[in-house]
């Protein structure tokens, strides 16, 4: 009865605050002789508050969570310690006023070379540090990968207790809670019974583990699968991709869904031997040969004048995009899909370099080549790929056969790590920087010494000539993280304020030594991080000339 009583006078004194107390008077027995209503209203509220409050029953205790799991990796070293916690708090703090970022470091950009270095050495991440960590992962789906690898098993088990934090246990890599690749049998039951984003990641880490037994695990279940997983599955086999996948990409080629179908044969065509490679090079070849009828050879093109059932079945896609004619468009996918080596033999035993210098009979020049660029990234063939970039020092509107600076990047990413960054200095010290940033972004980190010369030397050419750094900004960024720390010495010289010279855009100079003092402050901060987590690591030299 008494609990009825104060629910009742609860829910009055809620009315009459919702309502007004000059519209709804309080109940009676709140007011006081002389008491302004609303001060009598708040305090019987009060009153009741703690009433309420006071008379709640103890719930019964909660299972207590399991105890997080041993994670047997390298403690961190004590300042690489309190170089994350650094990191990890200044994630979000704000940036200088009025857009310009200062001389400090921007630490924000440093943190995936930080956690890149501390998994590569296999330290364990601070339990201390967890919530922090999975934070950041959470508001940077880029760090996700390195950030759950460091956190590892004890990330895995503190994201189970938050919501925020569910997308850790989306088959994280390097710490998820998949079974290992060779215990078949859990294997089996997670494929079987597991979440369709559980079931790619086991299937990429099976694939990475034994191409052959993930095959099988696929091919198992493939007759039942939906269209739209089919595809997602299918696209893990490019890890590993080889010639034993022919009979069942072969096989693809059938699939209800058109998606798959294209998918199947892209896969078999980057397979040089397979039937498909061979039925796609017999097309491209009665489509492109070589004609002499004038004394000098050039390749002569007859487009297909249809996509018949046959071609579709191979991925031949029959409908253009708008703008784009048939012909060119099925002859573009032939020759994309076409072994490279099927053009030597078909066009007189000539070399690649040889075969992109040929000149083109009526104007099929431009989408033969454009169509070889695509086959040589497929393919990953780098004798194709140095031939269609050309000299790094011809004008990229007059280069044997792409001037797409995005092209000339995927061609440069079929090259070794050393001469693809020779490549791109000598394109640097021709060109200059302003057409360079696709082309950087494809070099390995840290920078080879003569392409982070050549970078240097670019900006200080940039600043001589009195423009504002702003142009150059997405470089700069790329130099701070990407540059050899060993360059921050030959640096110092540029972070004095240059003489402002006629026709120079007023105050560039001041803007320049900011955006260098920054860059060396920032490469100096990247070698003390790298000694901080190799200083006592076993078998590694704490060289700040190998920061990375």
Request: a negative charge; glycine letters at 8%.
């Amino acid at each position: 009865m008494t609990s009825t009583i104060r629910t009742h006078a609860w829910e009055e004194l809620v009315t009459s605050a919702l309502l007004g107390t000059d519209r709804r008077t309080p109940p009676a027995d709140v007011l006081s002789p002389g008491q302004d209503a609303p001060v009598a209203l708040l305090d019987a509220a009060a009153l009741h508050t703690v009433r309420r409050r006071a008379g709640l029953r103890a719930a019964p205790a909660g299972p207590l969570p399991e105890p997080a799991p041993h994670d047997d990796r390298r403690a961190l070293p004590e300042p690489a310690r309190r170089r994350l916690a650094q990191l990890l708090a200044d994630r979000a703090a704000p940036t200088g006023s009025g857009g310009r970022r200062g001389t400090a470091p921007d630490l924000t950009e440093l943190l995936p070379q930080w956690l890149a270095t501390a998994n590569e050495h296999g330290y364990r991440a601070p339990a201390s540090a967890l919530p922090a960590l999975l934070d950041a992962a959470r508001a940077r789906t880029d760090l996700r990968p390195l950030a759950l690898r460091f956190a590892g098993p004890r990330g895995l088990w503190l994201a189970r207790l938050n919501a925020d934090w569910k997308f850790a246990l989306r088959g994280a890599p390097g710490g998820s809670t998949l079974p290992t690749p060779d215990d078949a049998d859990a294997v089996r039951r997670r494929w079987e019974e597991g979440l369709f984003a559980e079931r790619v990641a086991l299937l990429g880490a099976v694939r990475a583990h034994d191409p052959a037994a993930a095959l099988a695990l696929l091919s198992a279940t493939w007759p039942t699968e939906r269209a739209e997983d089919r595809l997602m599955f299918l696209d893990s086999l490019r890890t590993g991709l080889t010639d034993a996948d022919e009979p069942f990409l072969e096989q693809a080629l059938s699939d209800r869904s058109r998606n798959v179908r294209a998918t199947a044969a892209e896969l078999l065509s980057a397979l040089p031997h397979s039937a498909l490679a061979a039925r796609m090079a017999a097309r491209a070849s009665t489509c492109v040969g070589l004609d002499r009828t004038d004394g000098t050879a050039r390749i002569a093109v007859e487009a297909p004048h249809e996509c018949d059932a046959a071609m579709q079945r191979d991925g031949v896609v029959p409908a253009p995009p708008s703008g784009r004619g048939e012909r060119s468009w099925w002859l573009g996918q032939l020759v994309e899909a076409a072994p490279l080596s099927t053009w030597p033999q078909r066009l007189g035993g000539r070399t690649a370099e040889e075969i992109v210098s040929l000149p083109v009979a009526d104007d099929w020049g431009d989408e033969l080549q454009a169509a070889w660029c695509r086959a040589a990234v497929r393919q990953r063939d780098p004798e194709w790929s140095r031939a269609l970039l050309g000299a790094p020092a011809a004008p990229p509107s007059t280069g044997p056969a792409t001037s797409s600076l995005a092209e000339r990047a995927k061609l440069l990413a079929t090259l070794p790590e050393d001469e693809r960054a020779e490549w791109v200095a000598a394109f640097i010290s021709a060109h200059g920087l302003s057409e360079a940033f696709q082309l950087l972004g494809v070099c390995a980190v840290p920078w080879a010494g003569a392409l982070g010369r050549a970078v240097v030397d670019a900006l200080d050419i940039a600043r001589d000539g009195g423009s504002y750094p702003w142009s150059f900004s997405g470089v700069m960024g790329l130099a701070e993280r990407c540059l050899d720390p060993a360059e921050a010495a030959r640096l110092e010289l540029l972070t004095a304020i240059p003489d402002e010279t006629e026709g120079a855009s007023p105050g560039a100079g001041g803007y320049w030594s900011e955006a260098f003092q920054r860059l060396v402050s920032t490469l100096r901060l990247r070698a003390t991080m790298r000694r901080e987590l190799t200083s006592g690591a076993p078998g590694v030299l704490g060289s700040p000339g190998g920061a990375g």
